[in-house]
């Protein structure tokens, strides 16, 4: 199953992911316009595409390792990188934002290569690892009381591994201008999201354990690196997300939309509608 048909698989029921959990969290008001009422974007940054395109490639090198058991060509997953990232742009209705370690199109490939390269030459794992590619899996979420709400959780695990103690790890690929410290691994609730949800589904780890997880870090620079952080999620640090989800929903279903101003109102999508919205009804 692809993204695309896990995500609409997901829409049949009432739902909430990391991303609506994470945009409402930072900017409530956001949430209201691409979630509740769905305006247009206004513009996009860069790192959208761009991040979509790198993703869909080290996509690629998982699934033919995990099906045919051996490694793409590096030919073969940049070419995808690159048709991926030219249709976006070239599809793109809004103005695209460069940033500054990739200021145009030409720049923004020669970054991507290099990145890819770096993926390419660290990476250790062999097809055995590999448990499952893209895995979508949802999960009820219940209130403080552990009652079941109407709300499933969901979400797309990049890749699920088994280690060398045969116990399952999760993956999420990232890519990231800056290193990615330890403190902001463990806090990071993207993560937590995933282990809720793999340990909801108990034919990969007990409901109770703690799960194993990385992130697979491929750094923006002139010389691009593939970095490696590892972190656990425990049962209580689950919980405290599924509380943060549910405290979420309550906000919502309560109207609550207010804007937020913070680092991310650089790349926005929403900046006028914002600007403007106090003189809405």
């Given at each position: ?17 990391h ?6 969290q ?21 790192a ?7 993703h ?5 090198f ?16 940049t070419?995808r ?7 976006d742009?070239?599809?793109a ?20 290569r ?5 993926f390419?030459e660290?990476?250790?794992i062999?097809p ?15 209130t ?43 806090d ?19 409901p109770t354990?703690?799960?194993?997880c ?19 999620r425990t ?6 997300f599924?509380?943060?989800a ?13 804007p ?7 790349d ?10 106090h003189?809405?009804?």
């Amino acid at each position: 199953m692809s993204r695309k048909q896990a995500l609409q698989a997901f829409s049949q029921d009432l739902h909430i992911s990391h991303n609506q959990i994470f945009t409402y969290q930072n900017c409530s008001l956001k949430y209201k316009f691409q979630y509740i009422e769905g305006k247009p974007i206004e513009r996009v940054s860069i790192a959208l595409p761009f991040g979509s395109a790198i993703h869909s490639a080290i996509e690629m090198f998982y699934r033919t390792l995990k099906i045919k058991g051996q490694r793409e060509p590096i030919d073969a997953i940049t070419e995808r990188f690159e048709t991926c990232l030219e249709l976006d742009l070239d599809n793109a209705k809004v103005p695209v934002i460069f940033k500054k370690e990739t200021p145009d199109r030409k720049a923004t490939i020669e970054m991507g290569r290099g990145m890819l390269k770096a993926f390419y030459e660290s990476n250790t794992i062999t097809p055995e690892n590999i448990v499952d590619v893209e895995l979508p899996l949802s999960a009820r979420l219940y209130t403080d009381e552990s009652k079941p709400t109407d709300f499933l959780l969901v979400g797309i695990i990049d890749l699920l591994l088994v280690d060398d103690n045969q116990q399952i790890l999760i993956i999420d690929n990232k890519t990231a201008s800056k290193p990615l410290s330890q403190t902001t691994a463990a806090d990071d609730n993207q993560m937590t999201c995933y282990a809720y949800l793999l340990a909801s589904n108990k034919k990969y780890v007990f409901p109770t354990a703690d799960v194993k997880c990385r992130f697979d870090v491929l750094r923006k620079l002139k010389a691009p690196t593939f970095e490696q952080v590892s972190t656990v999620r425990t049962a209580d640090q689950r919980r405290r997300f599924a509380k943060i989800a549910s405290s979420v929903l309550s906000a919502i279903d309560a109207g609550i939309h207010i804007p937020q101003a913070s680092w991310m109102c650089v790349d926005c999508g929403f900046a006028s509608a914002c600007k403007s919205w106090h003189q809405q009804n």
